[in-house]
């Protein structure tokens, strides 16, 4: 082999050095002693970690029979500042340990038999049973399934569910006024909101039963709404919301508030400021009398389904010990949700984890995966 090449091959192992990786493989090889390993968890670990690793709270991870190669890796990452936030600060407790020591202790961790369960809920998660079960109290003004029973109130069902959760968010901050009732959606959180959006939103919308004869006279003032909301009322675009087959009530007091600026649009207002009550009556009637098409939203794709795709790389059975890749079955499900939720928004670094965390943009995903695995028996 040429000199050159046999320096190189030398140096690469130090040069891959600055990954974790080789380092926790050096903590590694040496040999644990599970005894001493005990007696440090005893002291600086169990009021967190406890003695048989669970967590002693919801945001901290179960450390027993986890992968022992992934705890060294994991313990380790604290240190280099890649993991961030609060939670993480309660970890700076292992930069005392000496290697021996810390190698010690995980192993002891990792040597623990599976937890048992934790009294969590069933592994299932739908975002739609979910969202149906949460819309009870919508249920009494929008309608059970969001074709509403009362003139003045939208209907909800085949919306866009982007935008309903962005016309909920309005209220909350002040954006529009809110309706009577709507306080009760202050406490719903952003999962809650997802799943009820998605729920409404698969519904399908009661056609228009009879249109009246006049229901055309509006159409000729709605030439620049249809850029926006489409030719029939039907928009193509997830945040501008469906006026097809819309409460005719609704319609006409809301295109009356945007251009009186009692609700808040820039863009509409420009084009509304010139429009007469008359008109705008009409075009409500137009709009109303139109069928509701259904939302194009393809709803994400089932937990199970997507947990098959995160076993592909943390099924212990197949699990690439290159990869360290942790056991997630049985695991706390808030620091599942913190973890995932860490990973999407960049407080967390893994290569692998940052691709796969792209796909899990709403909360209700990261929600129902972490409820997922949290509820499968631990292995
Ligand atoms: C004050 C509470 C506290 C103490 C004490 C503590 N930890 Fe932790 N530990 C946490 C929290 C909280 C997290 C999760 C942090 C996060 O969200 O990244 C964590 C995470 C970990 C992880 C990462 C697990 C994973 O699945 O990624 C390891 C490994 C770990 N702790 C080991 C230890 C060991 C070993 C000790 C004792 C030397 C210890 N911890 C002491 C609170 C604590
Ligand atoms: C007491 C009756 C009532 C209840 C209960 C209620 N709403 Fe409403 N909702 C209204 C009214 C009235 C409006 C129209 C408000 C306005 O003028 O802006 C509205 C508007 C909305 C809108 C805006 C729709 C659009 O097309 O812009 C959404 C989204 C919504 N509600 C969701 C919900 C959800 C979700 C719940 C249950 C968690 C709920 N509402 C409970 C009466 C109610
Ligand atoms: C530049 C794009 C655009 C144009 C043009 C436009 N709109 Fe809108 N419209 C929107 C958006 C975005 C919203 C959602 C605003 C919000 O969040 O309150 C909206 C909301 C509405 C709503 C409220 C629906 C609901 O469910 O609460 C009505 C009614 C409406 N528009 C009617 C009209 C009419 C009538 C015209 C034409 C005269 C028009 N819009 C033109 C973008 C547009
Ligand atoms: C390509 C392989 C791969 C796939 C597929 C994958 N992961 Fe991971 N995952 C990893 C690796 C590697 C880590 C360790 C990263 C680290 O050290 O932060 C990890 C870490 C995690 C953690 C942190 C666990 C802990 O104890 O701190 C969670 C939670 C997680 N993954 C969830 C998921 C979910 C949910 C899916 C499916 C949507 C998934 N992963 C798919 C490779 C993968």
């Known amino acids: 082999m040429n000199k050159f090449f046999a320096v190189i091959s030398l140096l690469l192992p130090l040069l891959s050095g600055c990954s974790e990786k080789p380092q926790s493989g050096e903590l590694q090889k040496l040999p644990v002693d599970l005894i001493a390993g005990k007696e440090i968890a005893q002291k600086t670990c169990s009021g967190c970690h406890g003695m048989d690793g669970r967590g002693a709270q919801d945001n901290i991870p179960n450390l027993a029979a986890q992968i022992d190669t992934y705890l060294l890796k994991a313990a380790q990452t604290y240190d280099h500042g890649k993991r961030a936030g609060s939670s993480g600060d309660a970890m700076k407790i292992t930069k005392d340990l000496s290697p021996t020591e810390l190698r010690n202790v995980l192993g002891y961790y990792a040597s623990l038999p599976p937890l048992g369960s934790s009294g969590n809920k069933s592994a299932d998660y739908s975002y739609f049973d979910r969202g149906a079960a949460l819309s009870k109290p919508c249920a009494g003004c929008h309608g059970a399934d969001g074709n509403q029973t009362s003139a003045g109130v939208p209907r909800l069902a085949g919306q866009h569910p982007q935008y309903i959760v962005k016309a909920v968010k309005a209220y909350r901050d002040g954006t529009r006024t809110m309706p009577t009732m709507h306080e009760k959606l202050t406490s719903l959180s952003q999962a809650d909101l997802e799943n009820i959006a998605i729920y409404f939103a698969l519904n399908k919308p009661k056609a228009v039963a009879s249109k009246a004869a006049n229901s055309y006279e509006g159409k000729q003032f709605t030439h620049q709404c249809a850029k926006c909301h489409g030719s029939m009322g039907s928009s193509e675009d997830a945040s501008i919301p469906n006026l097809a087959g819309q409460d005719v009530n609704y319609l006409n007091t809301k295109i009356k508030a945007y251009r009186d600026k009692v609700r808040d649009h820039g863009e509409m207002h420009k084009i509304l400021s010139e429009i007469k009550d008359k008109e705008i009556e009409k075009i409500a009637v137009f709009f109303a009398a139109e069928q509701p098409t259904q939302t194009n939203f393809i709803p994400p794709e089932p937990i199970t389904a997507l947990a098959q795709k995160c076993d592909l790389c943390h099924n212990a059975g197949n699990t690439n010990?290159?990869?360290?890749?942790?056991?997630?079955?049985?695991?706390?499900?808030?620091?599942?949700?913190?973890?995932?939720?860490?990973?999407?928004?960049?407080?967390?670094?893994?290569?692998?984890?940052?691709k796969i965390s792209s796909g899990l943009y709403m909360d209700a995903t990261i929600e129902g995966i972490a409820t997922h695995y949290s509820a499968e028996a631990a292995n």
């Open 321 to 354: 010990p290159a990869m360290l890749t942790p056991k997630l079955k049985g695991q706390n499900r808030t620091y599942l949700v913190n973890a995932m939720t860490a990973y999407r928004d960049g407080n967390r670094e893994s290569s692998a984890m940052h």
